[in-house]
């Protein structure tokens, strides 16, 4: 960080009206304007005075006070060289802090292993201060930064630096063409040099930007003596109209305690008025500055040495109830905002998101960048901007284009080390963006069993975003979706499909991906057999046919490929061995096959795309590979497993080998064309109602039969999503209950799927049942002409059997009366 620019918040010229008496020496007289802050003067005290003290302490302690010149006119690296002596001597065992200070120049010469050394000893004997943690931490994560970077691009804007120190930008107009900037350049209106740097005074300068993108040559904002004086103006902002500059201005006044306060003055055209304190407390030796403004005006955000702060400058806010009236009285950021160190440059961006300089966080240099974001009436834990924003040196003084749909903006930095050829002098003014995120995606298909490409295979993309896209690959297999269809901050669900292939699916997402990236993306896609495909081992009870749970997980396989591949149609052929009679053999295979698919039809597969079909012993197994028992080859591939070559195996285990292959479940595609009945199944499925209603608008009375259960409860036959089933009217009820029985029943019939229960599936319809409270939506209940629809229905599992709506429900139905004598119930 240049000195001159803490100036502004720190610069206190606090000159007493004694006169510096002959007799008093050199190291007295250092020792004054080093509390003066006037640390060029004292540096050159410090060197004569050391020359002549003889006392070690005493020259040690000269040493230290030089060290501490050099650090705070930022000359890291004379100040290295001085707390090195000072470490040399022992001197950190009487101000431990030196080691502290030591580390952190060390850092900022981006010596950060040797610096790790010193942070580590200064914790073991200040282990209470948290700038010794934070400082470990810093060199530790700041490989990672730099291995790291950000999405930012950074440029030095050269014809706007000079050889001296410009910083702390603002736009000055409403079409953000034309910046207002800090310099202490040659041509500033202070004659003299500054006693705290030895430099010029700051002034406010002003440029703007062509259509070629061309900066003019800066100039002075003004140069009446309004703005521009002979003591430290700038660090400025504008108010949304860009009417009103608020800026800083530091006094300089002989023999009088000066600080720095916040003034500002109206704008007409391109002249200014005369400027006009801002009243924000304190007095007139306070150092204020550093002001940025809400987009009402109605806060202002600002840097403080005010009392009864967290360390050493705070951010501090101010607001008022109208622009006529003066701000209130100051209040404190807080403790997430402010540490131990100094927190400056404070940057409000659209009222929510507050950019500032601190070298308090975490950071990698001495000021860091930082950003805090306001949400539930509260300030968050600000982030690290990282590299390339932040660096080694300081950065600070940021700024934001409104009208850029990403970050555009400005920011200083001064990073000689790291910009050496385009830097020009001291802290130089630097241009940022973020390119706008960009993606793609791409891929090739390839056939799976030969490895070729595959041409005219769709790709349909859905993204969370409700987008639908569908493009096809090309003779050498490649697909490929465009930035403009594969967006920033989506996930994307991808289906490939292709004629005579099993569909298969995938996913992507750009969501959290900060930098452009093309997405690649290949899928294999399966040929449908011709022949059928073995299932995994399934195993049943001798002459039984019940699915056990343990097998369920084995069609998994299959339920993934009917749920990738919705338009097609299987058989599941079950098999038995040869050792029953041909018609028993029938039977239980069929059996088994139908178990098979009821078990599908629970896991949500319509069952107008199932067929089962019991095979008994008629169709022998067709080996397609070669099988072994105990590391012998006893059945070769292609070998056909009928009875009699069974029975020429030389031993009972081999015989019952062979026998164990035989019984098997297999699936094959028997048509890749299947389209549902015609149901709702499109309708989106609302959330904050529970029920929609709708009555039929005619007004022609009809009667339907009536209907007991055991408890004397009426009841109703009525269609659900088409299917019929026995609907009674419970007045104890609340909301609509099924029994699981019914429930089944339901999904076995395909009236509802999984795709109408809440939750995941896999856990509600686990080992072939129905969770006990699970809920689905029924989408159309009808009686004769009338109907309700999206109703939501909990399966409960005491209720032995039946399907029971509430009062309220089903009066929604219509008006109905009931005519006990005659069972039937009447529909207005």
């Known amino acids: 960080m240049t000195n001159i620019k803490s100036a502004f918040l720190i610069f206190t010229f606090v000159l007493t009206s004694v006169v510096v008496l002959a007799q008093r020496n050199f190291t007295e007289a250092a020792d004054r304007d080093f509390e003066d802050q006037k640390y060029s003067i004292a540096i050159d005290k410090y060197k004569k005075a050391y020359s002549k003290v003889k006392d070690r302490d005493e020259k040690n302690r000269i040493r230290f006070m030089m060290a501490e010149c050099y650090r705070l006119m930022n000359n890291t690296k004379r100040a290295e060289v001085?707390?090195?002596?000072?470490?040399?001597?022992?001197?950190?065992?009487?101000?431990?802090?030196?080691?502290?200070?030591?580390?952190?120049?060390?850092?900022?010469?981006?010596?950060?292993?040797?610096?790790?050394?010193?942070?580590?000893?200064?914790?073991?004997?200040?282990?209470?201060?948290?700038?010794?943690?934070?400082?470990?931490?810093?060199?530790?994560?700041?490989?990672?930064?730099?291995?790291?970077?950000?999405?930012?691009?950074?440029?030095?804007?050269?014809?706007l630096n000079s050889r001296e120190d410009d910083f702390a930008p603002c736009y000055a107009s409403d079409n953000y063409n034309d910046l207002i900037f800090t310099s202490n350049r040659e041509g500033s209106t202070g004659k003299a040099a500054d006693e705290w740097t030895g430099k010029n005074f700051t002034d406010l300068y002003y440029s703007r930007i062509d259509r070629k993108g061309e900066w003019s040559t800066p100039d002075l904002l003004e140069t009446e003596g309004k703005i521009n004086t002979e003591t430290n103006e700038g660090i400025s902002t504008m108010n949304s109209s860009f009417t009103t500059l608020y800026f800083t201005r530091c006094g300089n006044e002989k023999n009088k305690n000066s600080g720095c306060h916040i003034y500002k003055a109206k704008k007409t055209g391109r002249t200014f008025g005369e400027p006009e304190i801002v009243p924000l407390g304190g007095d007139s030796t306070s150092a204020i500055g550093h002001p940025t403004l809400s987009e009402d005006e109605?806060?202002?955000?600002?840097?403080?040495?005010?009392?009864?702060?967290?360390?050493?400058?705070?951010?501090?806010?101010?607001?008022?109830?109208?622009?006529?009236?003066?701000?209130?009285?100051?209040?404190?950021?807080?403790?997430?905002?402010?540490?131990?160190?100094?927190?400056?440059?404070?940057?409000?961006?659209?009222?929510?998101?507050?950019?500032?300089?601190?070298?308090?966080?975490?950071?990698?240099?001495?000021?860091?960048?930082?950003?805090?974001?306001?949400?539930?009436d509260a300030w968050g834990v600000p982030a690290n901007l990282r590299y390339p924003i932040n660096t080694n040196a300081d950065e600070y003084g940021i700024i934001f284009n409104p009208t850029f749909e990403g970050e555009e903006g400005f920011f200083t930095s001064g990073r000689k080390?790291?910009?050496?050829?385009?830097?020009?002098?001291?802290?130089?003014?630097?241009?940022?963006?973020?390119?706008?995120?960009?993606?793609?995606?791409?891929?090739?298909?390839?056939?799976?069993?030969?490895?070729?490409?595959?041409?005219?295979?769709?790709?349909?993309?859905?993204?969370?975003?409700?987008?639908?896209?569908?493009?096809?690959?090309?003779?050498?297999?490649?697909?490929?979706?465009?930035?403009?269809?594969?967006?920033?901050?989506t996930t994307y669900e991808l289906t490939v499909s292709k004629e005579h292939y099993f569909s298969t699916t995938g996913s992507e997402t750009t969501v959290g991906i900060e930098k452009s990236r093309d997405f690649v993306l290949d899928f294999t896609l399966k040929p449908i057999p011709k022949k059928p495909i073995v299932?995994?081992?399934?195993?049943?009870?001798?002459?039984?046919?019940?699915?056990?749970?343990?097998?369920?997980?084995?069609?998994?396989?299959?339920?993934?490929?009917?749920?990738?591949?919705?338009?097609?149609?299987?058989?599941?052929?079950?098999?038995?061995?040869?050792?029953?009679?041909?018609?028993?053999?029938?039977?239980?295979?069929?059996?088994?096959?139908?178990?098979?698919?009821?078990?599908?039809?629970?896991?949500?597969?319509?069952?107008?795309?199932?067929?089962?079909?019991?095979?008994?012993?008629?169709?022998?197994?067709?080996?397609?590979?070669?099988?072994?028992?105990?590391?012998?080859?006893?059945?070769?591939?292609?070998?056909?497993?009928?009875?009699?070559?069974?029975?020429?195996?030389?031993?009972?285990?081999?015989?019952?080998?062979?026998?164990?292959?035989?019984?098997?479940?297999?699936?094959?595609?028997?048509?890749?064309?299947?389209?549902?009945?015609?149901?709702?199944?499109?309708?989106?499925?609302?959330?904050?109602?529970?029920?929609?209603?709708?009555?039929?608008?005619?007004?022609e009375v009809s009667s339907v039969n009536l209907i007991k259960d055991a408890k004397g409860r009426y009841g109703v036959r009525c269609e659900v999503n088409g299917f019929p089933i026995n609907v009674y009217i419970d007045p104890m009820l609340r909301e609509p209950v099924i029994s699981l029985e019914d429930a089944l029943n339901l999904l076995r019939d395909g009236a509802i799927s999984k795709n109408d229960f809440a939750g995941d599936p896999d856990e509600v319809l686990a080992n072939a049942s129905i969770a006990d409270k699970s809920v689905f939506l029924i989408e159309e209940l009808k009686i004769e002409k009338n109907y309700i629809t999206m109703i939501e229905v909990t399966v409960v599992h005491k209720l032995e059997r039946g399907f029971y709506l509430d009062e309220a429900t089903f009066s929604q139905i219509g008006k109905y009366t009931i005519d006990e004598e005659n069972m039937k119930m009447i529909f207005e």
């Open 82 to 159: 001085y707390y090195k002596s000072l470490y040399r001597t022992d001197y950190y065992k009487k101000e431990p802090v030196v080691l502290l200070h030591y580390a952190n120049m060390l850092k900022s010469n981006e010596s950060y292993d040797e610096a790790l050394i010193y942070f580590e000893e200064y914790i073991k004997l200040r282990p209470d201060d948290p700038r010794g943690t934070d400082g470990l931490r810093s060199c530790k994560i700041q490989k990672e930064w730099f291995e790291n970077p950000t999405n930012h691009n950074i440029q030095n804007v050269r014809d």
């Open 298 to 376: 109605l806060m202002i955000i600002f840097a403080a040495d005010f009392e009864n702060g967290y360390g050493g400058k705070d951010l501090w806010y101010a607001t008022r109830k109208s622009k006529s009236e003066e701000f209130g009285r100051p209040k404190n950021m807080g403790p997430v905002i402010n540490t131990l160190g100094d927190e400056l440059f404070p940057f409000l961006r659209s009222d929510t998101t507050l950019y500032f300089s601190s070298n308090g966080h975490i950071g990698m240099g001495l000021l860091d960048l930082f950003k805090s974001t306001y949400s539930n």
């Open 417 to 489: 080390m790291l910009d050496r050829e385009r830097s020009r002098g001291g802290d130089d003014l630097y241009y940022f963006i973020i390119p706008p995120l960009e993606f793609t995606l791409s891929g090739v298909i390839k056939d799976d069993r030969t490895l070729q490409y595959l041409d005219n295979a769709e790709i349909h993309m859905v993204g969370s975003d409700g987008s639908s896209i569908k493009t096809y690959s090309n003779s050498v297999g490649h697909y490929e979706f465009s930035k403009e269809q594969f967006l920033p901050g």
């Open 535 to 699: 299932l995994p081992e399934i195993l049943y009870d001798l002459a039984k046919w019940d699915l056990k749970p343990q097998y369920q997980d084995s069609l998994q396989g299959l339920i993934q490929t009917l749920d990738e591949n919705p338009r097609m149609v299987v058989e599941l052929a079950s098999h038995t061995d040869a050792r029953d009679t041909d018609e028993r053999n029938d039977i239980l295979s069929q059996k088994r096959a139908q178990s098979v698919v009821d078990y599908l039809i629970l896991r949500g597969i319509d069952p107008d795309r199932l067929v089962a079909k019991g095979y008994g012993e008629r169709v022998p197994r067709e080996l397609t590979k070669d099988y072994y028992l105990e590391g012998k080859l006893v059945l070769d591939s292609a070998t056909v497993l009928t009875e009699d070559y069974i029975n020429s195996l030389p031993n009972d285990t081999e015989k019952e080998f062979a026998h164990q292959l035989n019984r098997r479940t297999e699936f094959m595609v028997l048509r890749n064309d299947f389209v549902p009945k015609q149901r709702l199944d499109t309708i989106v499925k609302p959330v904050a109602a529970k029920i929609n209603i709708v009555v039929n608008p005619e007004k």
